[in-house]
């Protein structure tokens, strides 16, 4: 399988079939993940055909729900060529903050959510200044305030769960709703992808976050305000982690520190490494890490369905993460010298 | 006939090293200035002075007899000048249309408009006769050193320039491509642009300049016409400074 970077020529030349240029159209990264996919499918679907019920399609569509935000995020931080790895952190924060912020206003969900956004933003805005204006390395910054974030989340709320959401309606829409036989917590995945899709491919933003990613010299020769960007990419990433975090508190029904948000970072990273992220950046796509997202969830659950000790399915994870930047290292032809780049 | 682009005195000095000292350069509509020097006498951070990379210490700078003030490469860009940068500053992860149109594409709505930036690509690659390139969607990763010297040339034409910098546009490709490219730097100035060309090599400097700069440790030796001097002289001014009663007298521009 060779991958061709013609992305569409001018003119194509006669004789490519339709099925051909479709492929190319898909990218053979998407190709790749979709035939994992029904692989996985029919593996797990043979052995229990519960895996086939509504019920569970819809447990494997709300699971993948927050960690696909998630990973939606940390899609756009990467192509920048940066990584975030306090997602989870904020996420945690976050929730706290909306329940506590509901509680406080005696019952307003609007303001909880809203209230968790901001701080989302504001949390996203301290990882870009560090990183901009302290010149520190994405990933020293980012671990830095994940430790951070999560000790603020812990300190305001004493480390328990906070408030009670569970009766308000918009809680429980979030929650358990449903809008066209869709669970709400799907929609709100479909619109953020879609938003944050039609940001990266059809708008100069996008444009600029993929030169920036690919050579932030020439971005920055260009005229293109690179601190600028870098900024408000980790904003953004801050506000979807946030609204991960609100999804948290609707699931759970109260504020929490750091059940059901830790962790979520590596899930975040590694969706968008299998979904074709460069970790160099300036290359993935929201299509590609949508469909890495399914995939992981898909074998999330199997894993259980199939009762697989937990514990293996945290290195499973991990293996997964290794494995999905070594295929792309190897295809991008990095040499074995060194640090990796 | 008055210079497009002049400047007058410029200082520049990176901390403690001034790199540029006092420095006059001008450069004429349609004509091809060489600007020469050996490495390290501050070709690159004048021209970069010029595009607003850096800002300068001190000194003037006119454009088409105004003074004027250069703080970014967008202020640049916006009087009309255009500098293709040593290192080429292209995104290997993107196609060419995408590259030629870094920073400045065009909209429709909030949305790219992608059919008249391809469409503005072609024309201009057209313009100057490049006809190597199979696809204007192919991705910059996949081109020859030529090609992607094209490219950015184009990149600069595309926005009805005034000025055009090369930055030793030709230093890293072979016999034929280097005379593509050469013959590309004629057609700019026959065009009626005010082109700069930086070259360690004498025999593309008389081919095809009509004015020689010479720098030496940071400071102009000599601004001359082609036509006036030898290869000799010329390498005289970039090795010492001075040839004859051309140059430099105690570091300082006769
Ligand atoms: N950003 C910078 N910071 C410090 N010194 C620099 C910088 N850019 C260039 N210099 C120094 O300025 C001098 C001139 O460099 P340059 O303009 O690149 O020369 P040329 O292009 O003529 O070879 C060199 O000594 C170089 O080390
Ligand atoms: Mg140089």
Same mark, same amino acid.
């Given at each position: 399988?060779?991958?061709?970077?013609?992305?569409?020529?001018?003119?194509?030349?006669?004789?490519?079939?339709?099925?051909?240029?479709?492929?190319?159209?898909?990218?053979?990264?998407? *190709?790749?993940?979709?035939? &994992?996919?029904?692989? @996985?499918?029919?593996?797990?679907?043979? +052995?229990?055909?519960?895996?086939?019920?509504?019920?569970?399609?819809?447990?494997?569509?709300?699971?993948?729900?927050?960690?696909?935000?998630?990973?939606?995020?940390?899609?756009?931080?990467?192509?920048?060529?940066?990584?975030?790895?306090?997602?989870?952190?904020?996420?945690?924060?976050?929730?706290?903050?909306?329940?506590? *912020?509901?509680?406080?206003?005696?019952?307003?969900?609007?303001?909880? *959510?809203?209230?968790?956004?901001?701080?989302?933003?504001?949390?996203?805005?301290?990882?870009?200044?560090?990183?901009?204006?302290?010149?520190?390395?994405?990933?020293?910054?980012?671990?830095?305030?994940?430790?951070?974030?999560?000790?603020?989340?812990?300190?305001?709320?004493?480390?328990?769960?906070?408030?009670?959401?569970?009766?308000?309606?918009?809680?429980?829409?979030?929650? +358990?709703?449903?809008?066209?036989?869709?669970?709400?917590?799907?929609?709100?995945?479909?619109?953020?992808?879609?938003?944050?899709?039609?940001?990266?491919?059809?708008?100069?933003?996008?444009?600029?976050?993929?030169?920036?990613?690919?050579?932030?010299?020439?971005?920055?020769?260009?005229?293109?305000?690179?601190?600028?960007?870098?900024?408000?990419?980790?904003?953004?990433?801050?506000?979807? &982690?946030?609204?991960?975090?609100?999804?948290?508190?609707?699931?759970?029904?109260?504020?929490?520190?750091?059940?059901?948000?830790?962790?979520?970072?590596? /899930?975040?990273?590694? &969706?968008?490494?299998?979904?074709?992220?460069?970790?160099?950046?300036?290359?993935?796509?929201?299509?590609?890490?949508?469909?890495?997202?399914?995939?992981?969830?898909?074998?999330?659950?199997?894993?259980?369905?199939?009762?697989?000790?937990?514990?293996?399915?945290?290195?499973?994870?991990?293996?997964?993460?290794?494995?999905?930047?070594?295929?792309?290292?190897?295809?991008?032809?990095?040499?074995?010298?060194? @640090?990796?780049? | 006939?008055?210079?497009?682009?002049?400047?007058?005195?410029?200082?520049?000095?990176?901390?403690?090293?001034?790199?540029?000292?006092?420095?006059?350069?001008?450069?004429?509509?349609?004509?091809?200035?060489?600007?020469?020097?050996?490495?390290?006498?501050?070709?690159?951070?004048?021209?970069?002075?010029?595009?607003?990379?850096?800002?300068?210490?001190?000194?003037?700078?006119?454009?088409?007899?105004?003074?004027?003030?250069?703080?970014?490469?967008?202020?640049?860009?916006?009087?009309?000048? /255009?500098?293709?940068?040593?290192?080429?500053?292209?995104?290997?992860?993107?196609?060419?249309?995408?590259?030629?149109?870094?920073?400045?594409?065009?909209?429709?709505? *909030?949305?790219?408009?992608?059919?008249?930036? /391809?469409?503005?690509?072609?024309?201009?690659?057209?313009?100057?006769?490049?006809?190597?390139?199979?696809?204007?969607?192919?991705?910059?990763?996949?081109?020859?050193?030529?090609?992607?010297?094209?490219?950015?040339?184009?990149?600069?034409?595309?926005?009805?320039?005034?000025?055009?910098?090369?930055?030793?546009?030709?230093?890293?490709?072979?016999?034929?491509?280097?005379?593509?490219?050469?013959?590309?730097?004629?057609?700019?100035?026959?065009?009626?642009?005010?082109?700069?060309?930086?070259?360690?090599?004498?025999?593309?400097?008389?081919?095809?300049?009509?004015?020689?700069?010479?720098?030496?440790?940071?400071?102009?030796?000599?601004?001359?016409?082609?036509?006036?001097?030898?290869? &000799?002289?010329?390498?005289?001014?970039?090795?010492?400074?001075?040839?004859?009663? @051309?140059?430099?007298?105690?570091?300082?521009?006769?």
């Amino acid at each position: 399988m060779s991958q061709t970077r013609v992305e569409a020529p001018a003119a194509a030349p006669e004789g490519r079939s339709a099925m051909r240029r479709a492929l190319d159209g898909a990218g053979v990264q998407n *190709i790749s993940l979709l035939i &994992a996919l029904v692989l @996985l499918v029919a593996l797990i679907g043979a +052995r229990e055909p519960v895996f086939f019920g509504a019920a569970n399609l819809k447990t494997i569509g709300t699971a993948v729900a927050i960690s696909g935000l998630l990973a939606i995020g940390q899609t756009m931080v990467i192509i920048l060529g940066a990584l975030d790895i306090s997602v989870g952190s904020v996420a945690g924060l976050a929730s706290v903050a909306s329940a506590m *912020i509901f509680t406080a206003t005696t019952g307003s969900a609007p303001l909880g *959510i809203l209230g968790a956004l901001v701080i989302g933003a504001l949390c996203g805005l301290v990882n870009g200044c560090v990183i901009v204006y302290g010149r520190v390395n994405p990933v020293i910054a980012t671990l830095a305030t994940l430790a951070a974030f999560k000790g603020v989340a812990q300190l305001v709320s004493n480390g328990r769960a906070q408030g009670y959401t569970g009766s308000d309606p918009v809680f429980v829409f979030l929650a +358990r709703g449903a809008v066209a036989g869709i669970p709400t917590l799907i929609w709100v995945l479909i619109i953020v992808a879609l938003a944050v899709h039609v940001l990266l491919k059809y708008t100069d933003i996008g444009r600029n976050i993929y030169a920036i990613g690919g050579n932030d010299v020439a971005a920055r020769l260009a005229g293109i305000n690179i601190n600028r960007y870098i900024l408000g990419v980790y904003l953004a990433t801050g506000v979807i &982690a946030a609204l991960g975090g609100v999804l948290i508190t609707a699931r759970t029904g109260s504020g929490q520190p750091i059940s059901g948000s830790e962790g979520l970072e590596l /899930e975040a990273i590694t &969706a968008a490494a299998l979904g074709g992220c460069a970790m160099r950046g300036g290359k993935g796509a929201v299509s590609g890490t949508l469909l890495a997202v399914v995939l992981l969830g898909v074998l999330t659950n199997g894993m259980t369905l199939l009762g697989i000790n937990p514990f293996w399915q945290n290195v499973a994870k991990g293996l997964l993460l290794v494995v999905a930047v070594v295929i792309q290292q190897v295809r991008s032809g990095e040499r074995r010298v060194g @640090l990796p780049a | 006939m008055t210079p497009v682009l002049e400047l007058r005195g410029i200082d520049k000095s990176f901390g403690p090293v001034q790199v540029l000292h006092d420095v006059d350069f001008s450069v004429h509509p349609g004509e091809v200035t060489a600007l020469v020097g050996d490495n390290g006498a501050g070709k690159s951070t004048l021209v970069k002075c010029i595009g607003g990379i850096h800002a300068v210490d001190s000194g003037e700078y006119f454009f088409d007899g105004k003074t004027v003030q250069i703080n970014s490469p967008r202020d640049a860009a916006e009087l009309g000048i /255009e500098i293709v940068y040593q290192d080429l500053a292209l995104c290997d992860n993107l196609d060419i249309v995408q590259n030629m149109f870094l920073g400045r594409e065009h909209r429709r709505g *909030i949305v790219l408009d992608e059919d008249t930036m /391809e469409e503005m690509a072609a024309r201009t690659l057209e313009s100057l006769s490049v006809r190597t390139v199979k696809s204007i969607r192919q991705h910059v990763s996949s081109l020859s050193g030529g090609q992607r010297q094209t490219v950015a040339i184009a990149k600069a034409v595309l926005w009805n320039s005034k000025v055009v910098i090369l930055d030793e546009p030709t230093a890293a490709l072979g016999v034929a491509q280097t005379a593509q490219v050469l013959e590309l730097v004629r057609r700019l100035a026959d065009q009626g642009l005010a082109v700069v060309l930086i070259s360690h090599n004498m025999n593309d400097v008389f081919a095809v300049s009509d004015r020689i700069a010479a720098l030496y440790l940071g400071r102009m030796a000599a601004q001359v016409r082609t036509s006036d001097v030898t290869h &000799a002289q010329v390498v005289e001014l970039i090795t010492s400074g001075r040839s004859g009663d @051309l140059g430099l007298t105690n570091g300082v521009s006769a």
